[in-house]
């Protein structure tokens, strides 16, 4: 599931950089043929990677015993949350017949958007391999 997971995170990410040099190109029209854009296939592959993220890193939490269960829980209401917001910006800009590069500005700025690349750099810092093996700093202090 950490491979699923850091995937995804990767999709987006790549995407989202894609968006801010697609923003960056002042295109009033998309180029090429519509549906068959570069643009969209980045946005679709960043919608797919959206759909079932949070059930993804609940599987991790869940394999893992990642504790305490009620701040995971939490937190993954929250990713949901905002991968669902996230999702229906990309659907949105989708939905469109050309995608200009203001449009994906917009997208970029959103707040939904940020909010959820926050979410996965969040996440990446937890799942990773060696997280695991720093103490935290509210863990009890080894007795000599």
Same mark, same amino acid.
């Given at each position: 599931?950490?491979?699923? /997971? ?8 790549? +995407?989202?950089?894609?968006?801010? !040099?697609?923003?960056?190109? *002042?295109?009033?029209?998309?180029? *090429?043929? @519509?549906?068959?854009?570069? %643009? ?12 079932? /993220? ?8 869940? !394999? ?6 009620? !701040?995971?829980?939490?937190? %993954? ?9 996230? @999702? ?20 970029? !700025? #959103?707040?939904?958007?940020? +909010? /959820?690349?926050?979410?996965?750099? /969040? %996440?990446?810092? %937890? ?8 103490? #935290? ?8």
């Amino acid at each position: 599931m950490k491979t699923e /997971l850091k995937d995804r995170c990767s999709r987006i990410e790549e +995407a989202y950089e894609f968006m801010l !040099a697609y923003a960056a190109q *002042g295109l009033r029209i998309e180029p *090429g043929s @519509g549906m068959g854009s570069q %643009i969209r296939s980045m946005l679709i592959t960043c919608e797919k990677s959206l759909n079932g /993220l949070a059930d993804v890193f609940t599987q991790i939490v869940r !394999a893992d015993n990642l504790q305490p269960t009620s !701040a995971y829980e939490n937190f %993954i209401t929250v990713l949901a949350r905002d991968a669902e917001d996230a @999702g229906a910006s990309v659907q949105l800009v989708l939905a469109q017949p050309s995608i200009s590069s203001q449009m994906v500005d917009n997208l970029n !700025a #959103s707040i939904h958007l940020r +909010a /959820l690349l926050t979410d996965l750099f /969040l %996440i990446d810092e %937890i799942v990773r391999p060696e997280a695991a093996s720093v103490p #935290s700093a509210n863990a009890p202090a080894e007795s000599e």
